[in-house]
């Protein structure tokens, strides 16, 4: 097991114990769609990589339902939703701000040279991979394109 994994575990027990229901219902479901990863990729362990992006793509989730529900006026389903996502974000990684972002891609652009738009995709094929599970890949696109226009 991971140690995202076993805190998980942790968590989950803790969460009955305290009868916590939100964070009782987040937390089986996650370990749902983690039991669900390892089945598909028909492996007895997850790496602690893989349980990360489980629970990020499950964020990320939250969060377009939140916009969704805002949208469509449904403020308690939104609240529902803010609190999931609340629970969820305690286990992922602390996320770059706007300006560190901006920073690591000016560093990039100069270091390889990048000036035009048309040079979007290898900036973000080379920066990606350094902020992977730390931003948002939506968010470190805006900000490359704004800085290469």
């Given at each position: 097991?991971?140690?995202?994994?076993?805190?998980?575990?942790?968590?989950?027990?803790?969460?009955?114990?305290?009868?916590?229901?939100?964070?009782?219902?987040?937390?089986?479901?996650?370990?749902?769609?983690?039991?669900?990863?390892?089945?598909?990729?028909?492996?007895?362990?997850?790496?602690?990589s893989?349980?990360?992006?489980?629970?990020?793509?499950?964020?990320?989730?939250?969060?377009?339902?939140?916009?969704?529900?805002?949208?469509?006026?449904?403020?308690d389903?939104?609240?529902?939703?803010?609190?999931?996502?609340?629970?969820?974000?305690?286990?992922?990684?602390?996320?770059?701000?706007?300006?560190?972002?901006?920073?690591?891609?000016?560093?990039?652009?100069?270091?390889?040279?990048?000036?035009?738009?048309?040079?979007?995709?290898?900036?973000?094929?080379?920066?990606?991979?350094?902020?992977?599970?730390?931003?948002?890949?939506?968010?470190?696109n805006?900000?490359?394109?704004?800085?290469?226009?």
């Amino acid at each position: 097991m991971s140690k995202l994994d076993d805190v998980l575990q942790k968590d989950l027990v803790d969460a009955m114990k305290a009868k916590d229901m939100d964070r009782l219902t987040v937390l089986r479901m996650l370990k749902t769609m983690l039991t669900n990863t390892k089945i598909q990729k028909q492996r007895e362990q997850l790496e602690e990589s893989e349980v990360l992006e489980v629970i990020q793509k499950q964020a990320k989730q939250r969060k377009e339902s939140i916009e969704s529900f805002e949208k469509a006026g449904r403020q308690d389903l939104a609240e529902k939703e803010k609190r999931e996502y609340a629970i969820l974000a305690k286990y992922l990684p602390e996320q770059l701000s706007d300006e560190q972002i901006r920073e690591l891609a000016v560093n990039a652009i100069q270091t390889l040279g990048l000036k035009t738009k048309a040079d979007l995709g290898r900036l973000m094929k080379e920066l990606m991979p350094s902020v992977k599970g730390k931003a948002d890949g939506k968010k470190v696109n805006e900000i490359i394109a704004s800085l290469l226009s």
